[in-house]
């Protein structure tokens, strides 16, 4: 699994892949302390996309992203 270089690509990525299949679709998101990274991965079994960052500027766009998500996953419509 490679992880992808810029977050817009792995934004657009990841709501495309949800849209697709919200029932298959997952994310998770794991801080890794030693190396002052936060991880996202957004996978539905077939497809993984994965994203890392050690800047304090990505934290807030993967806010912005989960609270998108979960509006998605909230609003009755697909």
Do not use: G
Request: glycine content about 0%; aromatic content about 10%; overall charge positive.
């Amino acid at each position: 699994m490679t992880f992808m270089k810029s977050w817009e690509d792995f934004e657009k990525a990841a709501e495309k892949l949800y849209l697709q299949e919200p029932s298959k679709a997952r994310y998770t998101m794991k801080y890794v302390h030693s190396k002052n990274q936060l991880v996202l991965k957004m996978t539905d079994d077939v497809v993984c996309l994965q994203y890392k960052t050690e800047v304090q500027q990505d934290i807030r766009r993967i806010d912005k992203f989960i609270n998108n998500l979960m509006r998605h996953m909230a609003s009755k419509e697909h």
